[in-house]
């Protein structure tokens, strides 16, 4: 039996019943110039699946010469993805990867055992007089069976993944399956992560063929059993239900879940594990700061310099 982070021995009865099993507004921050909303993990919920971090970044714009700089910082026991609606970021990573992430792209990072990278505003969207970003950053927590994987990296284009689109919507699937499609990138346990796109007064139905399943609204307004969502907010839903999605107006929507893991995971930092033991030898790995010899390495073209790790 899976292991649910929201589980609650209590039956609901009558009124009770309802779709939607929690509700998360995300904590919003400015960090360098640009808002990021957090939807997890939140106090109400650790993960939806595998899905353990989840970040909006911006709507923002940068003015000429500025931008953002992610100096070098590991991860272990994740996978990334950072999905851009809009603006550019260039990643760089210890296995040498030097990828710059666009619209639409996917960039699956995985990090297993240890990996770092960094990531920069491009020099050429340096220059534009206003350089714009705003996209989705998501962490997935790796299966027990998978924490310990070499690192790895992969690129799709946006023309690369499955799109779906009639009666006044569209999915991109991004991740996983979903739909009767599977995106082409290669993940460790069942899950789906798309983005849709609605127009006012159309119908999306999220079939319960995935154990936990939720959705962020980017931009507009739904309605889910009766209930209004606007932009911001995050849902997820009751295992088994069948969910209609009704555009209230126009909106797009990031819908995410699939397999939960078998135990929860402890965070620190950059870190994800199964373990405090984990957690504790990665800490110690990064803060000898052997960059030759030891378990983790800096990017090849991003070396002079690096995110220290947190005192606490």
């Known amino acids: ?5 929201a589980l609650d021995p209590h039956c609901p009865t009558g009124d009770e019943v309802d779709a939607i099993e929690t509700v998360i507004v995300p904590r919003a921050r400015d960090i360098g110039g640009f808002e990021v909303r957090r939807a997890l993990p939140s106090a109400r919920r650790q993960m939806v699946g595998p899905f353990i971090f989840f970040d909006q970044m911006g709507p923002a714009e940068f003015l000429t010469d500025q931008g953002i700089d992610v100096r070098p910082h590991p991860h272990i026991g994740l996978a990334t993805v950072t999905y851009l609606y809009d603006g550019s970021i260039f990643h760089r990573d210890s296995l040498g990867t030097n990828q710059e992430i666009s619209p639409g792209a996917v960039n699956w990072m995985i990090a297993g055992k240890g990996i770092t990278h960094s990531e920069r505003t491009p020099s050429h969207v340096r ?9 989705i950053q998501t ?4 299966p027990d069976d998978a924490e310990d994987a070499d690192p790895g990296f992969e690129h799709q284009p946006k023309s690369a993944l499955p799109f779906l689109e009639g009666e006044g919507k569209s999915v991109r699937l991004i991740l996983g399956s979903l739909y009767g499609e599977r995106a082409p990138v290669q993940t460790f346990s069942d899950m789906f ?8 007064r159309s119908k999306l139905p999220l079939s319960p063929e995935h154990e ?3 959705l962020y609204v980017v931009s507009g307004e739904i309605e889910i059993a009766g209930q209004t969502f606007s932009a911001g907010q995050m849902m997820v839903f009751r295992p088994g239900d069948e969910i209609t999605i009704s555009a209230k107006t126009d909106a797009r929507l990031m819908l995410l879940g699939g397999e939960t893991l078998n135990g929860p995971r402890y965070i620190w930092w950059n ?3 199964s373990s405090k033991e ?4 990665a800490k110690e790995a990064w803060r000898a700061g052997d960059w030759q010899h030891g378990r983790f390495q800096l990017p090849p073209d991003d070396k002079d310099e690096w995110i220290p790790a947190p005192d606490r």
């Not at 039996?1 to 982070?5: F, G, I, L």
């Not at 984990?278 to 030898?281: G, K, P, S, V």
């Open 212 to 214: 936990d399943r939720g």
């Open 271 to 273: 870190f994800v594990a």
């Open 127 to 135: 220059a534009m007089e206003r350089a714009p970003l705003f996209g």
């Open 139 to 142: 962490w997935v927590a790796l």
């Open 193 to 200: 992560y798309a983005d849709a796109v609605l127009n006012a």
């Open 278 to 281: 984990r957690i504790e030898a």
């Open 1 to 5: 039996m899976s292991w649910n982070p």
